[in-house]
């Protein structure tokens, strides 16, 4: 791949990232009412990074167990740092960052034609 696809495929899979962090953010929000400041924002840098890490990846491994792969590394940290302070929301937050990344590289390589 050439370095111009391949940053063009890290530029998308990053705008990716805060798409989906700033739709995360929000629901968490809304529904689960955790706090915008610091929490939000904490929601949106973590998936933001990830978008980031999936398309910077070097890993030649088949795109969807790559997005579940990156999802399930950084949903343990997430869901970690939520223990003991949101009743439930520790599950949640290792669940749904598996099937943001799932949707990163669903997006990135199927939708945009952009391959690892």
Request: charged content about 10%.
């Amino acid at each position: 791949m050439s370095s111009m696809a391949n940053l063009s495929r890290v530029f998308t899979t990053t705008i990716l990232g805060v798409v989906f962090g700033a739709i995360c953010m929000l629901l968490s929000e809304y529904s689960l009412q955790v706090p915008f400041w610091p929490m939000g924002i904490s929601l949106l840098l973590h998936h933001t990074v990830m978008g980031f890490a999936i398309g910077a990846s070097a890993l030649k491994i088949n795109w969807a167990a790559h997005g579940i792969l990156w999802g399930v590394l950084f949903s343990i940290f997430l869901s970690i740092s939520f223990v003991g302070r949101f009743d439930e929301f520790w599950v949640v937050a290792l669940i749904f960052p598996i099937i943001w990344a799932f949707l990163i590289e669903v997006f990135t390589t199927k939708v945009f034609k952009q391959p690892q």
